[in-house]
T-cell receptor
Framework: EAQVTQNPRYLITVTGKKLTVTCSQN?????MSWYRQDPGLGLRQIYY???????DKGDVPEGYKVSRKEKRNFPLILESPSPNQTSLYFC???????????FGSGTRLTVV | AQSVAQPEDQVNVAEGNPLTVKCTYS??????LFWYVQYPNRGLQFLLK??????LVKGSYGFEAEFNKSQTSFHLKKPSALVSDSALYFC??????????????FGKGTKLSVKP
């Protein structure tokens, strides 16, 4: 089954403790992206990647890092999480440009 | 710059009535337009898209959307709402080319509530 897999689904952590949210897709897509969803703000793009070793900032990249060492994986790294990063995070991948995104199931992160 | 507006935070309809969820956009060039739905505690699911061709696009679960270039709108519609349609709906736009090509810009979402 074609899918985007995120882990973990839920995570509670403390301020300053580094964490990684993993994202993997099995569709051989070149394009992958991370979004965060907050009430009243919709989805905002954090980072995206057009291909292996090619990443770029989205609209809200501060406090986040990403890497794209292989096509299928696109982890989101929070080096020093803060409470304002408490949010619902989605990873997505896409095939050709006129296709829609396939989204993961989301990761609900709480930073205390 | 690309942008998407969903002017209604919430839409309430009675089951069996037609529903409309509004979306307007701003983009350079011919837009790619999408609708996604998010059920509680779930990820976003693709409903339909407009790339080119017929202005009326049919999608999943009986939904359709009409592309109106002069009004820069892409409203989501369904002739007869179901309680199970209650969810959060997102409109999204993408420019077909440009420095950040392929990035979808999302609206803030509209919560659809269908009452029995």
């Amino acid at each position: 089954e074609a899918q985007v897999t995120q882990n973990p689904r839920y995570l509670i952590t403390v301020t300053g403790k580094k964490l990684t949210v993993t994202c993997s897709q099995n569709m051989n897509h070149e394009y992958m992206s991370w979004y965060r969803q907050d009430p009243g703000l919709g989805l905002r793009q954090i980072y995206y990647s057009m291909n292996v070793e090619v990443t770029d900032k989205g609209d809200v990249p501060e406090g986040y890092k990403v890497s794209r060492k292989e096509k299928r994986n696109f982890p989101l790294i929070l080096e020093s999480p803060s409470p304002n990063q408490t949010s619902l995070y989605f990873c997505a991948s896409r095939g050709p440009p006129n296709y829609g995104y396939t989204f993961g199931s989301g990761t609900r992160l709480t930073v205390v | 710059a690309q942008s998407v507006a969903q002017p209604e935070d919430q839409v309430n309809v009675a089951e069996g009535n037609p529903l409309t969820v509004k979306c307007t956009y701003s983009v350079s060039g011919n837009p790619y337009l999408f609708w996604y739905v998010q059920y509680p505690n779930r990820g976003l699911q693709f409903l339909l898209k407009y790339i080119t061709g017929d202005n009326l696009v049919k999608g999943s679960y009986g939904f359709e959307a009409e592309f109106n270039k002069s009004q820069t709108s892409f409203h989501l519609k369904k002739p007869s709402a179901l309680v199970s349609d209650s969810a959060l709906y997102f409109c999204a736009v993408r420019a077909p080319y440009g420095g950040s090509q392929g990035n979808l810009i999302f609206g803030k979402g509209t919560k659809l509530s269908v009452k029995p």
